[in-house]
């Protein structure tokens, strides 16, 4: 029954307990039984669980009754938290007639929360503000109730009071959610039109496409059309996403489910698509979610070259189910056969690296992550650059512009001192401080994309100890004075170590990039030269002096395990370096251009 | 593994004083060591009451092995003895102090005697945190040629914090004045939990490649053969059967808190704690800590690490019987390492770079398993 149905997602900032708030809804309402249970139910990927994040959406849907013994089904649909997968929250909310907005009691509001609170207001979503973690001893009620007045415009006697962790306050959050939050709207005799918020790809069963039926019914069995795409399937299988998947025969508008109908490629079925019936299709499609875009890249080398061919069906693999994943085949004279590959920030970086040696058994060398260039030559031509190889020869270029984002720091004010430094540090520009709490303020600056593509969160973090969070939003292209450093390790130019940096660094950056290559480059057996130029021109150099020895001096009975096992590990962490001329150059080391301390 | 060539080890726990610089086991001798020679008897029968071995060498090491009373040593070599035995070698500390009866030695069956001179000069010694000064090393060192001992193995240290290739020269000059049957020098080695290893106390890794190559000249000018990284033998005769054993995977029997065996397929060692080691006994248990069954490729691995450090070198049919392939190229175009036959075999430089050869040959092992050219 639509009157019935509740759609609702969880907004909340990393760590104020999104994860732990699901499972405890999941078990109230019986959902999943205890011997089932483990942590972090919906986040079913290794490296989701491990890191503590969301990175795919999902929904689960539950049952529950309220006080008056009405039966209500509860799709709870679930978002990442990060900035780089921001953009999935934007398509949860679309599903949705509600959202439980959560806040740490102890930390107070934060910046993305604020931000994803804004697009839930625009989808015009009911929403329930929850203050959570009320059993800490550092919870400050009072004052995040009095934040979420102040600085999200909430009603705060419509907060619900709970702990996820103990289950206190979540019974009362359950009958919050089926009396507060409005049923779907939408019309049940209309023609189908259900809009896709996610797929992913089963080995088994080819693409799992996630979808809310807006207006109509899906049937099994049914041919359905994909309306952007213009391809058609046979329904194989539809239902609810439950724990598990329950399938079943018909969903009603109103409905979130899955469907699985011979879909090859989570690209053939991108979120924001409209599915409609291929016998009396809809008129108009809904609207669609914008495409994420790529926003650094980097290329990816298998360390040993035999290796492409299973790196490049691993990435076609890996594509099945990332459609956000973009890549094209390159050549490098030092590393061989790899892909250029697109990301939508540094965190997917890391999670497709870590999917490709995790699921794939990639061993993989990663180049310096860059961000995509716009370089007008002399010729009228605009070209944009995502790979500084293919940087044009100064003579050529007119102008060169580099992505900027608008970003917004937000921290309690005692940080201010260390935060404004490292702003500056990232040549921000264009500074506001506004205070949003009682000590905490807000810096919006102007900054270079490419200043926060390596470990900008990481030291935010460190200097504010963990207190400081931070968004950002494109804000197009700006003039910007780059050259382009190479590195030459042993007098031969490692073009993967090759960066686009800006002129009055330059000198500063390729001396450090040369330190650090000193520092993460074993010794051996010849002196090696590290310098940095450009073009032609050396502007740094460190060396690596010669290994003279590589031997203990005693090796007896009682040695040989210890000896034999070392031999095996060395052995093993060879596999993680790749042979660049005569240099042995550890994965590592391609990043540690990048690293600033 | 009856009449197949082993080796006995017997670990004698003890010292006077540790010296700075030394992480084997060993604790304060106590007043009475009864107990422990009582263990290492009863280990040593627990160990060999199964099978006949023809053990070849037996070595006497520690610690500090001329603390527990030559009665001791004689009573197990008797137990030990078989006509396959040729080499016996108990290492000693040339402190005057020790008083050591070194004709007793000699009587109780041993025919090598390792001496640890370790250096010639006052100051490094002290610095070392050894009981003797250079004056009492030759003093002994006469004192053991004169019992009649022909085969006299010397240990030396360098790449002392401080040492100056000059200090280094005149110890290897004093050392040639005797002439020993056997040299050992060692580049001190930092490790962790001693005064030393922890104070972080050593020459440059220039200055001990330097000296590595000085004693390679000054010994091999005089005649000694440079057989291992740090070993140095006046003939082939003179080389130490004993521990060639351990670096041609020859099985062996360690008797003693610590010690390691090696069967052949499988390496186990005992417990390192005194009361632990004597107690296990006394319940009439073997004191075994462990074991490690080794599989083929361990057994490959090992070759490598042990085959780089000696002019044996590497058996390329040692790997091929494990079904390891190697095809020595890149090995070989380091410069420092020649082929002869099936051998791989380090010059003083190769030895000097074993780590690395072991890691790079490692590397390019290639399993064949029994089948035939993978291509």
Same mark, same amino acid.
């Given at each position: 029954?639509?009157?019935?149905?509740?759609?609702?997602?969880?907004?909340?900032h990393?760590?104020?307990?999104?994860?732990?708030?699901?499972?405890?809804?999941?078990?109230?309402?019986?959902?999943?039984?205890?011997?089932?249970?483990?942590?972090q139910?919906?986040?079913?990927?290794?490296?989701?669980?491990?890191?503590?994040?969301?990175?795919?959406?999902?929904?689960?849907?539950?049952y529950?009754?309220?006080?008056?013994?009405?039966?209500?089904?509860?799709n709870?649909?679930?978002?990442?938290?990060?900035?780089?997968?921001?953009?999935?929250?934007?398509?949860?909310?679309?599903?949705?007639?509600?959202?439980?907005?959560?806040?740490?009691?102890?930390?107070g509001?934060?910046?993305?929360?604020?931000?994803?609170?804004?697009?839930?207001?625009?989808e015009?979503?009911?929403?329930i503000?929850v203050?959570?973690?009320?059993?800490?001893?550092?919870?400050?009620?009072?004052e995040?109730?009095y934040?979420?007045?102040n600085?999200?415009?909430?009603?705060?006697?419509?907060?619900?009071?709970v702990?996820?962790?103990?289950g206190?306050?979540?019974?009362?959050?359950l009958e919050?959610?089926?009396?507060?939050?409005?049923?779907?709207?939408?019309?049940p005799?209309?023609?189908l039109?259900?809009?896709?918020?996610?797929?992913i790809?089963?080995?088994?069963?080819?693409?799992?496409?996630?979808?809310?039926v807006?207006?109509?019914?899906?049937?099994?069995g049914?041919?359905?059309?994909?309306?952007?795409?213009?391809?058609?399937?046979?329904?194989?299988?539809?239902?609810?996403?439950?724990?598990?998947?329950e399938?079943?025969?018909?969903?009603?508008?109103?409905?979130?489910?899955?469907?699985?109908?011979?879909?090859?490629s989570?690209?053939?079925?991108?979120?924001?698509?409209?599915?409609?019936?291929?016998?009396?299709p809809?008129?108009?499609?809904?609207d669609?979610?914008?495409?994420?875009?790529?926003?650094?890249?980097?290329s990816?080398?298998?360390?040993?070259?035999?290796?492409?061919?299973?790196?490049?069906?691993?990435?076609?693999?890996?594509?099945?189910?990332?459609?956000s994943?973009v890549?094209?085949?390159?050549?490098?004279?030092?590393?061989?056969?790899?892909?250029?590959?697109?990301?939508?920030?540094?965190?997917?970086?890391?999670?497709?690296?870590?999917?490709?040696?995790?699921?794939?058994?990639?061993?993989?060398?990663l180049?310096?992550?860059t961000?995509?260039?716009?370089?007008?030559?002399?010729?009228?031509?605009?070209?944009?650059?995502?790979?500084?190889?293919?940087?044009?020869?100064?003579?050529?270029?007119?102008?060169?512009?580099?992505?900027?984002?608008?970003?917004?720091?937000?921290?309690?004010?005692?940080?201010?001192?260390?935060?404004t430094?490292?702003?500056?540090?990232?040549?921000?520009?264009?500074?506001?401080?506004?205070?949003?709490g009682?000590?905490?303020?807000?810096?919006?600056?102007?900054?270079?994309?490419?200043?926060?593509?390596?470990?900008?969160?990481?030291?935010?973090?460190?200097?504010?100890?963990?207190?400081?969070s931070?968004?950002?939003?494109?804000?197009?292209?700006?003039?910007?004075?780059?050259?382009?450093?190479?590195?030459?390790?042993?007098?031969?130019?490692?073009?993967?170590?090759?960066?686009?940096v800006?002129r009055?660094?330059?000198?500063k950056?390729?001396?450090?990039?040369?330190?650090?290559?000193?520092?993460?480059?074993?010794?051996?057996?010849?002196?090696?030269p590290?310098?940095?130029?450009?073009g032609g021109?050396?502007?740094a150099?460190?060396?690596?002096?010669?290994?003279?020895?590589?031997v203990?001096?005693?090796?007896?009975?009682?040695?040989?395990?210890?000896?034999?096992?070392?031999l095996?590990?060395?052995?093993?962490?060879?596999?993680?370096?790749?042979?660049?001329?005569?240099v042995?150059?550890?994965q590592?080391?391609?990043?540690?251009?990048l690293?600033?301390d | 593994?009856?009449?197949?060539?082993i080796?006995?080890?017997?670990?004698?726990?003890?010292?006077?004083k540790?010296?700075?610089?030394?992480?084997?086991?060993?604790?304060?001798?106590?007043?009475?060591?009864?107990?422990?020679?009582?263990?290492?008897?009863?280990?040593?029968?627990?160990?060999?009451?199964?099978?006949?071995?023809?053990?070849?060498?037996?070595?006497?090491?520690?610690?500090?092995?001329t603390?527990?009373?030559?009665?001791?040593?004689?009573?197990?070599?008797?137990m030990?003895q078989?006509p396959?035995?040729?080499?016996?070698?108990?290492?000693?500390?040339?402190?005057?102090?020790?008083?050591?009866?070194?004709?007793?030695?000699?009587?109780?069956?041993?025919?090598?005697i390792?001496?640890?001179?370790?250096?010639?000069?006052?100051?490094?010694?002290?610095?070392?945190?050894?009981?003797?000064?250079?004056?009492?090393?030759?003093?002994?060192?006469?004192?053991?040629?004169?019992?009649?001992?022909?085969?006299?193995?010397?240990?030396?240290?360098?790449?002392?914090?401080?040492?100056?290739?000059?200090?280094?020269?005149?110890?290897?000059?004093?050392?040639?004045?005797?002439?020993?049957?056997?040299?050992?020098?060692?580049?001190?080695?930092?490790?962790?939990?001693?005064?030393?290893?922890?104070?972080?106390?050593?020459?440059?890794?220039n200055?001990?490649?330097?000296?590595?190559?000085?004693?390679?000249?000054?010994?091999?000018?005089?005649?000694?053969?440079?057989?291992?990284?740090?070993?140095?033998?006046l003939?082939?005769?003179?080389?130490?059967?004993?521990?060639?054993?351990y670096?041609n995977?020859?099985?062996?029997?360690?008797?003693?808190?610590?010690?390691?065996?090696?069967?052949?397929?499988?390496?186990?060692?005992?417990?390192?704690?005194?009361i632990?080691?004597?107690?296990? !006994?006394?319940?009439?248990? @073997?004191?075994?800590?462990?074991? &490690?069954? *080794?599989?083929?490729?361990? =057994?490959a691995? $090992?070759?490598?690490?042990?085959?780089?450090?000696?002019?044996?070198?590497?058996?390329?049919?040692?790997?091929?019987g494990f079904?390891?392939?190697?095809?020595?190229?890149?090995?070989?175009?380091?410069?420092?390492?020649?082929?002869?036959?099936?051998?791989?075999?380090?010059?003083?430089?190769?030895? !000097?770079?074993?780590?690395? @050869?072991?890691?790079?040959?490692? &590397?390019? *092992?290639?399993?064949?398993? =029994?089948?035939? $050219?993978?291509?």
């Open positions: 029954m639509q009157k019935n149905i509740r759609n609702f997602c969880i907004i909340a990393i760590d104020h307990g999104k994860s732990t708030l699901a499972d405890r809804l999941l078990q109230a309402t019986g959902s999943v039984t205890d011997r089932e249970f483990h942590n139910m919906l986040d079913s990927m290794d490296i989701e669980r491990e890191r503590g994040i969301t990175i795919k959406s999902t929904a689960v849907t539950m529950s009754e309220n006080k008056a013994g009405e039966k209500f089904q509860l709870l649909i679930d978002t990442p938290g990060h900035v780089d997968f921001s953009y999935e929250v934007s398509r949860a909310l679309a599903s949705c007639e509600g959202a439980l907005l959560v806040v740490d009691a102890a930390q509001v934060e910046a993305q929360t604020v931000a994803n609170l804004y697009k839930a207001m625009e015009e979503l009911e929403i503000p203050v959570n973690k009320i059993d800490l001893l550092s919870a400050n009620i009072d995040t109730l934040e979420i007045d600085e999200l415009g909430l009603d705060p006697e419509g907060a619900i009071l702990s996820a962790k103990t206190q306050g979540i019974e009362e959050l919050a959610i089926m009396e507060r939050i409005p049923p779907p709207a939408g019309d005799d209309a023609p039109r259900a809009r896709v918020f996610d797929s790809f089963d080995p088994y069963r080819g693409v799992i496409a996630y979808f809310r807006v207006d109509g019914v899906m049937r099994s049914q041919d359905i059309l994909l309306m952007a795409r213009g391809n058609e399937y046979r329904v194989e299988e539809i239902g609810h996403l439950g724990i598990r998947r399938k079943c025969q018909l969903l009603n508008n109103g409905d979130v489910g899955y469907v699985i109908a011979g879909i090859k989570v690209s053939d079925v991108r979120s924001g698509e409209t599915i409609t019936t291929k016998l009396s809809a008129k108009d499609k809904l669609g979610f914008a495409k994420a875009l790529p926003v650094v890249f980097s990816l080398f298998p360390i040993s070259s035999e290796d492409y061919n299973d790196f490049a069906l691993a990435m076609d693999k890996l594509k099945l189910n990332d459609a994943l890549f094209e085949k390159v050549n490098s004279v030092g590393l061989g056969f790899g892909f250029r590959c697109g990301f939508l920030g540094l965190l997917h970086l890391e999670v497709v690296q870590e999917r490709l040696e995790r699921e794939f058994g990639m061993s993989l060398v180049t310096a992550p961000v995509l260039y716009r370089v007008s030559l002399t010729n009228g031509e605009v070209k944009y650059i995502d790979n500084p190889n293919l940087y044009p020869d100064p003579s050529r270029i007119e102008l060169t512009e580099e992505p900027y984002i608008k970003a917004s720091v937000i921290m309690p004010d005692k940080y201010i001192g260390p935060v430094t490292l702003l500056l540090d990232r040549r921000g520009r264009n500074y506001t401080n506004t205070y949003v009682a000590r905490r303020v807000e810096i919006k600056v102007d900054m270079p994309l490419a200043e926060i593509v390596y470990d900008f969160y990481d030291k935010l973090k460190s200097v504010t100890q963990g207190y400081g931070f968004d950002y939003e494109a804000s197009g292209y700006q003039p910007g004075n780059l050259v382009k450093v190479d590195i030459l390790v042993n007098g031969e130019k490692v073009d993967a170590l090759s960066m686009l800006h009055d660094r330059a000198n950056w390729a001396k450090r990039a040369c330190e650090n290559l000193k520092e993460a480059i074993p010794r051996q057996q010849f002196k090696i590290i310098q940095g130029t450009i021109a050396i502007i150099r460190a060396t690596i002096s010669a290994l003279r020895k590589d203990t001096a005693k090796c007896y009975g009682g040695d040989i395990t210890r000896k034999r096992k070392l095996e590990k060395q052995k093993a962490g060879k596999k993680r370096m790749k042979m660049v001329g005569r042995m150059i550890p590592k080391a391609f990043l540690a251009v690293k600033r | 593994m009856a009449n197949e060539s080796g006995l080890y017997i670990h004698a726990p003890f010292c006077v540790k010296c700075s610089y030394c992480a084997f086991n060993s604790v304060k001798k106590p007043e009475d060591t009864s107990g422990m020679c009582t263990a290492l008897s009863t280990e040593f029968i627990r160990r060999t009451q199964q099978d006949s071995f023809e053990f070849q060498t037996f070595y006497a090491g520690g610690g500090t092995p603390l527990l009373p030559p009665e001791f040593w004689m009573r197990l070599i008797s030990v078989t396959s035995l040729r080499e016996l070698t108990i290492e000693t500390n040339p402190a005057t102090l020790d008083a050591i009866d070194y004709s007793s030695l000699l009587l109780s069956g041993f025919n090598r390792s001496v640890g001179v370790q250096s010639f000069n006052d100051k490094n010694l002290s610095l070392l945190g050894r009981r003797h000064t250079a004056g009492e090393a030759m003093e002994s060192l006469k004192l053991i040629a004169g019992t009649g001992f022909r085969n006299i193995s010397l240990d030396l240290m360098y790449g002392l914090p401080g040492q100056t290739p000059e200090d280094q020269q005149r110890d290897i000059e004093k050392t040639l004045r005797f002439m020993p049957q056997h040299i050992s020098a060692y580049d001190l080695a930092l490790e962790p939990g001693t005064p030393m290893g922890d104070r972080g106390e050593k020459a440059s890794e200055q001990c490649a330097d000296m590595y190559y000085q004693i390679h000249e000054m010994l091999t000018a005089n005649g000694y053969i440079h057989y291992e990284v740090s070993s140095y033998a003939e082939d005769k003179f080389r130490s059967l004993h521990n060639s054993s670096w995977r020859t099985p062996y029997i360690g008797i003693g808190p610590s010690a390691h065996s090696f069967s052949g397929t499988k390496r186990s060692w005992n417990v390192s704690g005194i632990e080691y004597e107690t296990a !006994l006394l319940y009439g248990e @073997l004191p075994e800590e462990s074991s &490690e069954d *080794l599989t083929a490729e361990n =057994g691995h $090992e070759v490598l690490a042990l085959g780089f450090r000696n002019t044996n070198g590497v058996d390329l049919g040692v790997l091929a079904g390891f392939k190697l095809n020595p190229t890149d090995i070989l175009s380091t410069g420092f390492v020649k082929q002869k036959g099936n051998l791989l075999i380090p010059d003083e430089k190769g030895m !000097l770079f074993a780590d690395h @050869l072991a890691c790079k040959a490692a &590397e390019l *092992l290639e399993n064949v398993q =029994g089948f035939d $050219e993978p291509h």
